[in-house]
């Protein structure tokens, strides 16, 4: 049973537009949610995180967005960059007990300069 | 320096064989972690160690077994490899009991079994 889902595998943007990629939870639990940027070859890297108690976080050109009623969060990325071409992995966990995150599959992204 | 570090980055082994990956993180975190991402990009945790204790074993096989000799170091054996065991294991670690914790993972490692 997938808890997160990402139901785009991929995403192409050009440059200078918006990104934005998608995230589906279905474990109302869940009360802290991140997004990791991964390149080939190397380990996810994180980029930004949320928790329940809000509905947006912003950093630089990075904001996700948390709608707990629809169990949805989205990353948006503007403007888009050929460096962001990687990809995006969106995780979820419950704040107490074991604190394991779970990670939805993934979506590429790629930046069309 | 790097915060995660992982040996080796790749390893290509013949089923039946007994293999250790290694990681050290330097980042002071208390609790590390081994996840396995195979070849559907499914990034799953396999294990967590807090304070060199086990916290979470995800129905992994026992031919896996992780160690924790102190808090900097979480290694992970592997017994009689099957082929299904080819995939990327990463290592991370975290501050558990942060309400905003954050993982930082390692380079990975890609296990290839023959």
């Known amino acids: 049973d997938q808890q997160v889902k990402q139901n785009s595998p991929s995403l192409s943007v050009q440059e200078g537009r918006i990104s934005i990629l998608n995230c589906d939870y279905t474990?109302?639990?869940?009360?802290?949610f991140l997004w990791y940027k991964k390149y080939p070859a190397e380990g996810p890297t994180f980029l930004i995180s949320?928790?329940?108690?809000?509905d947006k976080n912003e950093d630089g050109r990075f904001t996700v967005f948390l709608n707990k009623s629809a169990k949805h969060l989205s990353l948006h990325i503007v403007p888009s960059q050929p460096g962001d071409s990687a990809v995006y992995f969106c995780?979820?966990?419950?704040?107490?007990?074991?604190?394991?995150?779970?990670f939805g599959t993934g979506t590429r992204l790629k930046v069309l300069a | 320096d790097t915060a995660v570090s992982q040996t080796p980055k790749y390893l290509v082994t013949q089923m039946g064989n007994d293999k250790s990956i290694k990681c050290e993180q330097n980042l002071g975190h208390d609790t590390m972690y081994w996840y396995k991402q195979d070849s559907k990009k499914f990034l799953k945790i396999m294990f967590s160690?807090?304070?060199?204790?086990?916290?979470i074993n995800e129905t992994v096989p026992n031919r896996f077994s992780p160690k924790s000799p102190d808090k900097a170091h979480l290694n992970l054996h592997i017994n009689s490899l099957e082929l299904g065991d080819s995939a990327v294991y990463f290592c991370?670690?975290?501050?558990?009991?942060?309400?905003?914790?954050?993982?930082?993972f390692g380079p990975g490692t890609r296990l290839t079994v023959l």
């Open positions: 949320i928790s329940s108690i809000k």
């Open positions: 474990n109302s639990m869940f009360d802290y």
């Open positions: 991370a670690c975290g501050r558990r009991g942060s309400q905003t914790d954050t993982q930082y």
């Open positions: 995780a979820a966990s419950v704040t107490s007990g074991t604190y394991k995150y779970i």
């Open positions: 160690y807090n304070n060199k204790e086990l916290i």
